[in-house]
């Protein structure tokens, strides 16, 4: 879609709005237009040694690759005058100073921002310095002239519009008999480079808008709040231990555990829970999920019937997004041996997602699984459901599907 067809529809959306109809300010939006001023800042120390001997009237210039941001230092006969010297015309391709006129050192340059790489005498990267500062707007200097004892005797501020104009930034005049600057003059110089300002549209996605890490922290601190028992009302006893939770989080994130915790206000104690189909391990892994929506040992190489043992327990406490999650890893950890037993763990707790998946397995790795004892001991105790996977691999076949 071009700029023209952006406009027309939006306006067409505006005269859409009826007169009387006030917009909400937290209607959502589609896209976001936003304006920024670049600026970029450089520091760097001009040496000019044996400041003396220099002619007058010599034009002295720095040596920073791009001539956008180079400065002229005239000599006078008692002093000296500093300009900035705007950008050389397109055809202007003969040097205007000889490179003996260039003495200027740099014992030392800096720049602020990590985006700018200024160095010495690089003729291509100057062309495309110019390039790159086409949309320059104004410079402001600050520049302090030190003696040789290292006191400050000067500080210029300047501020200006880009012409193609050279600019004065300042002149120093001494009419005593004392030579201030006699062995060395030091510039200390203080650039800001303000651009004109840019504008863009950034489509907004409606789905991440309001994203961010915040729950990582709320994660914690609720696990936080678990380890340590916090606000424990109530208790669930599996196998020889118990576990103390806080009823209306297990309530809020599982409707069958709301069901189990619901209990009379008026009533001051709670009688323990006795969990007796799902393992100790199954059962930590679960409430902890509950409180932080994840599973601490999720990364670890947890065996194939503990991860079935907490697919149990999401399933039964009907916890769906864990018991995907659990799938998931069920189905990463198959193989030709244990594939018929995925396959009837799904089936079992009617899981068709899963069961697909177990199904496409066995067809890809058709062979390998039917020619395995594994295999021939499950069609001889699951027919149906044997039966059911040999179908469904024959359909797949005869369709022209692949193995």
């Known amino acids: 879609m071009n700029v023209h067809e952006e406009m027309t529809q939006l306006s067409t959306e505006h005269t859409s709005v009826s007169e009387n109809e006030v917009a909400d300010p937290y209607d959502p939006i589609d896209f976001f237009i936003v304006t920024r001023v670049p600026v970029k800042t450089y520091r760097f120390k001009w040496i000019l040694n044996q400041f003396s001997n220099i002619s007058s009237n010599e034009e002295l210039y720095s040596c920073i690759h791009s001539s956008r941001y180079r400065l002229k230092l005239i000599k006078y006969e008692n002093g000296f005058g500093l300009f900035h010297v705007c950008p050389k015309q397109q055809d202007d391709t003969k040097e205007t100073v000889n490179n003996s006129q260039i003495i200027s050192v740099f014992s030392k340059f800096q720049t602020l921002t990590s985006s700018s790489d200024l160095s010495l005498g690089n003729r291509s990267t100057e062309k495309s310095a110019l390039q790159e500062d086409s ?21 210029w501020t300047a501020c200006f519009s880009e012409t193609h104009e050279h600019h004065f930034i300042g002149v120093f005049k001494n009419n005593s008999s004392e030579k201030i600057f006699e062995d060395v003059l030091t510039l200390y110089c203080c650039m800001k480079v303000t651009k004109i300002p840019e504008t863009e549209k950034q489509n907004l996605e409606a789905e991440r808008s309001l994203q961010n890490h915040c729950w990582q922290k709320l994660s914690q601190d609720l696990k936080f709040m678990y ?55 199954a059962m930590k892994r679960l409430v902890q999920f509950l409180y932080t929506g994840s599973v601490e040992e999720a990364a670890k190489d947890i065996p194939l019937q503990e991860v079935y043992d907490l697919y149990y327990a999401a399933d039964k406490y009907e916890v769906m997004d864990l018991r ?73 076949f005869k369709a022209g599907v692949g193995k």
């Not at 302090?144 to 000067?154: F, Q």
């Not at 058709?366 to 001991?377: A, C, K, N």
């Open 135 to 155: 949309s320059l707007r104004f410079i402001e200097y600050e520049v302090s002239a030190i003696d040789k004892y290292g006191r400050e005797r000067i500080k």
């Open 227 to 281: 380890k340590n028992s916090s606000n424990a009302d109530f208790i669930l006893i599996v196998e020889t231990e118990e576990i103390l939770v806080n009823s209306s989080i297990l309530a809020a994130r599982s409707s069958v555990f709301k069901k189990m915790l619901h209990h009379d206000k008026e009533q001051k104690v709670q009688n323990p829970v006795a969990i007796t189909d799902v393992p100790l391990p």
């Open 324 to 396: 995907k999650m659990c799938g998931t890893t069920l189905m990463s950890k198959a193989s030709a041996d244990n594939a018929n037993q995925i396959l009837l763990w799904a089936d079992r707790h009617s899981d068709e997602d899963l069961k697909s998946q177990a199904l496409n397995f066995i067809r890809l790795n058709f062979e390998t699984v039917v020619d395995s004892d594994v295999w021939r001991h499950f069609t001889d105790n699951e027919t149906k459901l044997a039966n059911e996977a040999l179908s469904f691999c024959a359909h797949k």
